[in-house]
């Protein structure tokens, strides 16, 4: 038997499933000798009709992602909360480096005052200034450089996010679609290992033209990471049984990631408007960030070993913040805006290392079955009712609602005890291995860059 592909469309294969399960008059269902790779249709009575018919609601209501009442007030309020949240960020680290000493900008030397001047050419002789009635005339060189670099970084970051969105998430359903998704991993494995390449070439470009590569690299060729972690902690916060540590560490790498990719790309805006020089202190804050994501395909093979590499790197990374951030000033040729970028990206990397301290758990916890919990459950002397069902649903991540996942219980209580014993519990198990093939695998933790638009949005 084929397997049903649950993951990121798993609802729309799984409803094709549930139908064709419920049309032409028979069921199948996989008995014990399917473990073995063989499949033995079995012929339904008309007994079963009543059956047939939930089976087709219920692939129906998976269909339509089985939304729930206030779930679209809930994502409102979740997705406003958590831009507000970013804002307030760049807000307080721009706030902390631009009031990190108050020194007066008149007394540096004519060099230094000049620089914003001969970026914006107002130094030659030809130039004459604009009127103060026009609405930027009223600001200083320095002050229009910031202004010019604001707007270049808005363009930039729009740009990528929006990316992710029109381009990404419908991308990655694609390639899905066609396959196992192997070959939607082997692009998004090439689109992070483009990551460092494509941001060096942005960063010593000094120019409009490396632009396009670091809206290419930092957001993975429009794979939508940034999205797709917001997403999945939206998801798990919102479940039956919802995993507030999992929602949490899914969330912080959100923020983080939201962070870290806009900072770094004020970055690369400001060496272009020349804003900040590119020198060596520039290069030494940024060349570790870079050299991370040399080894991130090493997570895909040895976890402990990519984490090393990271670790040693993130080490470098933040020593070379805490030693350089005091040099960052208007007297050494830097905007006050570099700090509050520096700032930033240590908050976003926190994030990063906080997220994956919240795993740690999980990552360490013995791994059980669903059909072992279940069936555990069922054989016990009061047998399994549907709230301890539910409990080994949402713990085991199988992707099913409450609403379908009650109604997949009603279907196989058939004595209406309100519970699952010993004798029903074995065509329980066999149906949702139909639906479900893989739930007594090991999960493992897909990458956010295929968390796409789930039963949250209306379809």
């Not at 990121?8 to 032409?24: F, H, Q, R, V, W």
């Not at 999945?232 to 983080?256: E, N, Q, V, Y």
């Not at 408007?273 to 040895?302: E, M, N, W």
């Not at 004595?415 to 695998?441: A, C, Y």
Request: charged share 20%.
């Amino acid at each position: 038997m084929n397997a049903v592909q649950l993951e990121p469309d798993g609802d729309t294969n799984c409803s094709k499933t549930l139908e064709k399960m419920a049309s032409g008059g028979h069921l199948q269902a996989v008995r014990e000798d399917s473990l073995n790779g063989t499949d033995d249709p079995l012929q339904a009575g008309p007994e079963d009709s009543l059956l047939q018919q939930k089976l087709t609601d219920l692939a129906q209501d998976l269909r339509t992602g089985g939304q729930a009442e206030g779930k679209p007030v809930v994502a409102a309020l979740y997705w406003t909360a958590t831009i507000v949240f970013a804002v307030c960020v760049f807000a307080v680290t721009q706030a902390i480096g631009g009031f990190w000493d108050d020194q007066d900008e008149t007394i540096f030397p004519a060099k230094i005052r000049a620089a914003p001047a001969h970026a914006l050419r107002t130094h030659e002789e030809y130039y004459v200034p604009s009127p103060e009635v026009s609405p930027t005339g009223w600001l200083s060189d320095q002050g229009f450089l910031r202004y010019s670099t604001l707007m270049l970084w808005a363009i930039v970051c729009v740009t990528g996010l929006g990316l992710e969105m029109v381009l990404g998430e419908p991308m990655v359903k694609a390639l899905m679609a066609k396959g196992d998704g192997s070959n939607a991993m082997q692009f998004w494995k090439g689109a992070q290992l483009f990551f460092s390449l494509a941001i060096s070439v942005a960063l010593f470009s000094q120019s409009p033209f490396g632009l396009p590569w670091a809206v290419a690299g930092f957001w993975k060729l429009g794979f939508p990471e940034t999205m797709g972690c917001f997403r999945r902690a939206l998801r798990i916060g919102c479940a039956s049984k919802p995993k507030f540590t999992s929602a949490l560490a899914a969330w912080l790498d959100g923020i983080g990631t939201l962070v870290h990719h806009c900072s770094g790309a004020y970055l690369i805006v400001s060496v272009t408007t020349h804003l900040c020089p590119l020198d060596r202190r520039i290069l030494a804050l940024s060349l570790p960030l870079v050299g991370q994501h040399i080894f991130v395909l090493l997570k895909y093979q040895s976890v402990p070993l990519y984490c090393i590499c990271e670790l040693i790197l993130e080490i470098i990374f933040e020593w070379e913040v805490f030693a350089n951030l005091a040099d960052a000033s208007f007297e050494n040729g830097y905007d006050s805006s570099m700090r509050g970028v520096a700032l930033s990206m240590i908050f976003a990397h926190w994030c990063y290392w906080s997220a994956a301290l919240l795993g740690v758990p999980e990552m360490l916890s013995p791994h059980k079955t669903t059909s072992g919990s279940i069936d555990v459950l069922a054989k016990a002397s009061s047998g399994m009712d549907f709230e301890e069902f539910e409990a080994v649903i949402m713990n085991q991540a199988v992707p099913i609602d409450k609403p379908q996942l009650r109604m997949l219980f009603g279907m196989h209580d058939t004595d209406n005890s309100g519970t699952i014993d010993s004798d029903e519990v074995k065509k329980l198990i066999e149906q949702m291995r139909i639906l479900f093939p893989d739930m007594d695998k090991k999960e493992e933790k897909t990458d956010s860059a295929f968390e796409v638009a789930s039963s949250f949005t209306k379809k």
